[in-house]
């Protein structure tokens, strides 16, 4: 499968990324220990080992699945898993304050049953936060040992450069929402010095900007139109994508999905996509699939095909 250079991380990082928030945190039918081993040992044999959780997911449920998925099974070296959770949503509000912010890690390496997270990340602006409360609880999990690297999830080049006056840490990635149908981000630059919607910037450039300071961006809901709005896949409104995305599946020996996923990885910002699913055959088709590389025409083709112009 494609890999991926990470700032600060020795070795290169699988380009998809695990999610673990269907298995146990938001769905009705949550994974058991037994049933979340097997999904592990899935992505593994697959070469993922990168996973991806969140405090808020089912409200610590699924760290604490994964964490008996992985104590139940001394086949699972947690030295070859790389951990990933974010903290800061709480019920009604955000938290970013220092006291939160300790007291997450330390919940979540609880429930994971880990000394230590690869990745610890923001998972929202906060618009109360206080950069120097952020620094020093960062300061602190990193002098512990309790978190090796750290980063954001949806902010903005200016959120990350108010963090970053303060830290005494990189912040190696920055999660936001892309697909090839939600690409503003792309669209922005492409419509430059144009009065067209996609010329509005609602990101101030974050993709041109985590490329410019080797911040890793990681693609979440990357087969979703929107959060309210479900999936691009197979959907009615979107005949040309969806046959575009046929064909080259065809072509390619993947599934439309699998193209998906290829439209965001041929981006030369070398991005990783979070792939959510809880199937382990459709896990399987998705890790395979970033070894697919689109032609140039095949990528604008797909882009114009969601909906996109080119001036």
Request: aromatic share 8%; glycine share 10%.
């Amino acid at each position: 499968m494609k890999k991926i250079g990470i700032r600060g991380f020795e070795t290169e990082q699988p380009a998809v990324v695990v999610g673990c928030m269907r298995q146990a945190g938001f769905t009705d039918h949550p994974f058991s220990a037994q049933e979340m081993n097997h999904f592990i040992h899935t992505a593994l044999e697959e070469g993922a080992n990168y996973f991806d959780h969140a405090d808020i997911y089912g409200i610590g449920r699924a760290e604490q699945v994964f964490g008996e998925a992985v104590a139940m099974d001394p086949s699972i070296r947690r030295e070859d898993l790389v951990i990933q959770s974010k903290c800061g949503i709480c019920r009604g509000y955000y938290d970013s304050s220092k006291e939160h912010i300790l007291e997450a890690a330390d919940g979540i390496l609880g429930r994971l049953g880990t000394d230590y997270l690869d990745v610890l990340l923001l998972h929202r602006p906060d618009a109360l936060i206080e950069p120097e409360e952020v620094a020093e609880a960062f300061d602190a999990l990193s002098v512990s040992g309790k978190v090796r690297h750290f980063g954001v999830s949806n902010c903005t080049p200016l959120q990350i450069s108010l963090l970053e006056k303060y830290l005494g840490q990189e912040l190696v990635i920055n999660q936001m929402e892309m697909s090839v149908v939600h690409a503003g981000m792309v669209a922005q630059g492409v419509e430059a010095n144009m009065t067209t919607p996609g010329s509005a910037d609602h990101d101030g450039e974050i993709l041109n900007y985590c490329r410019l300071h080797g911040i890793t961006m990681q693609c979440w809901s990357p087969f979703q139109i929107s959060l309210k709005d479900g999936t691009f896949l197979g959907n009615a409104a979107y005949p040309e994508l969806n046959a575009e995305l046929s064909r080259l599946a065809e072509n390619y020996g993947t599934t439309p999905a699998g193209i998906a996923e290829a439209w965001l990885l041929r981006h030369p910002a070398n991005m990783q996509v979070i792939v959510g699913t809880s199937n382990e055959e459709r896990l399987r088709e998705l890790i395979r699939a970033s070894d697919v590389y689109l032609t140039r025409q095949e990528w604008y083709g797909l882009y114009t095909a969601a909906g996109h112009i080119l001036p």
